[in-house]
């Protein structure tokens, strides 16, 4: 498929300005549903401002960061366990943000971070791999400001389950979709701790077609279309799938 193409089926109103970044550059950093536009999505609705030190926890090959730090002045941190920083600074470098997004290899457990260093920590489309342990919003918030915001958009369920998997996805339902939550879990999560005061918990208005479309594109651009993933989606067609964004505020 030729670039142009991709940037066709890659069009959404919804996120004018991931409009700007190249389809192929996204689709070749694909990990998940679009880290762009999950960016995109979440920042509507949790403000940045120039100057801010943020994290991007599990930033995958850090498209996300470099988004944020083109769109919003702010500084970014991104930090993977998979992708080697050296990856992610060529393309932090071609993108002639270096000194401005600083790649890190990190677990989620063992951050090399000074207490309270951030003004802000993000993860798109990564939280639920390391976050679901109840503990681990007392160790994961010691690295923002008193007051910071702290704000994770990634898949998850409408509401939770008795059992898993729901019926209609059983043929598609992999193991580690048990750490896919709704946004009433993650509040309630988040806010037990008492750490937090949670702002934001939903599911982003038709965030399962947005992901229906990105994974349409990428498996039209690598030539099989219709993969399970993709065929998942159509057969739920929101009625259980989504994307789930929580914002909260790290309590003084």
Not at 51 to 63: K, N, W, Y
Request: aromatic content about 12%; glycine content about 10%.
């Amino acid at each position: 498929m030729d670039d142009a193409e991709l940037d066709v089926l890659l069009r959404n109103e919804r996120y004018p300005r991931a409009a700007a970044y190249p389809g192929r550059w996204m689709v070749d950093g694909a990990m998940g549903p679009n880290p762009v536009w999950q960016a995109e999505a979440l920042t509507e609705l949790m403000s940045l401002e120039a100057g801010m030190r943020v994290l991007d926890m599990g930033c995958g090959t850090a498209l996300s960061s470099i988004f944020l730090a083109k769109e919003f002045g702010v500084e970014v941190w991104a930090a993977d366990l998979w992708v080697q920083p050296d990856e992610n600074l060529r393309r932090v470098a071609e993108a002639g943000l270096e000194g401005r997004v600083h790649p890190v290899h990190a677990e989620a457990h063992a951050l090399p971070f000074a207490e309270g260093f951030f003004d802000a920590l993000v993860s798109i489309g990564a939280y639920h791999y390391f976050g679901t342990d109840d503990l681990y919003l007392g160790y994961y918030s010691r690295f923002v400001k008193p007051g910071g915001r702290i704000g994770i958009i990634q898949p998850g369920l409408a509401e939770e389950y008795e059992m898993l998997p729901p019926p209609h996805l059983a043929l598609y339902w992999q193991w580690d979709f048990c750490a896919w939550h709704s946004p009433v879990w993650w509040r309630r999560h988040w806010e037990k701790t008492g750490l937090v005061t949670v702002e934001v918990a939903d599911r982003l208005p038709d965030g399962w077609r947005d992901w229906l479309q990105w994974n349409e594109a990428c498996d039209r651009d690598s030539g099989t279309p219709g993969r399970e993933e993709a065929q998942m989606l159509h057969a739920d067609a929101g009625r259980t799938l989504g994307l789930t964004r929580v914002i909260a505020h790290h309590n003084t």
